[in-house]
Nanobody, 115 residues
Framework: QVQLVESGGGLVQPGGSLRLSCAAS????????VGWYRQAPGKQRELVAV???????DVADSVKGRFTISRDNNNNMVYLQMNNLKPEDTAVYYC?????????WGQGTQVTVSS
């Protein structure tokens, strides 16, 4: 059974930092494209950052220069380092692992940026 479990969310002031972690079980991460998505209240889920199995990285323009995705295939982990957080980054952040036809999601972790 595949499980993705996110951690590291919380409440942070504007300008602060958080590091999200996603631990996977039941999959070999190195075979998957892994990424982070987020969904704010009343909005659609959107891509934040993704890392392909070949090492290509794509980051949303809204977080470019502030967020960094990294992966540890040996330990089935993916991380999202978030710096200079803004109130508009407030959302539930989801970990994702894709390999056609498989598409796995974590349960999400809340990130709230507020003073």
């Amino acid at each position: 059974q595949v499980q993705l479990v996110e951690s590291g969310g919380g409440l942070v002031q504007p300008g602060g930092s958080l590091r999200l972690s996603c631990a996977a079980s039941g999959v070999i991460f190195g075979f998957y494209t892994v990424g982070w998505y987020r969904q704010a209240p009343g909005k659609q889920r959107e891509l934040v950052a993704v890392s392909s199995r070949g090492g290509n990285i794509d980051v949303a323009d809204s977080v470019k220069g502030r967020f960094t995705i990294s992966r540890d295939n040996n330990n089935n982990m993916v991380y999202l380092q978030m710096n200079n957080l803004k109130p508009e980054d407030t959302a539930v952040y989801y970990c994702n692992a894709q390999r056609t036809p498989y598409d796995y999601w974590g349960q999400g972790t809340q990130v709230t940026v507020s003073s």
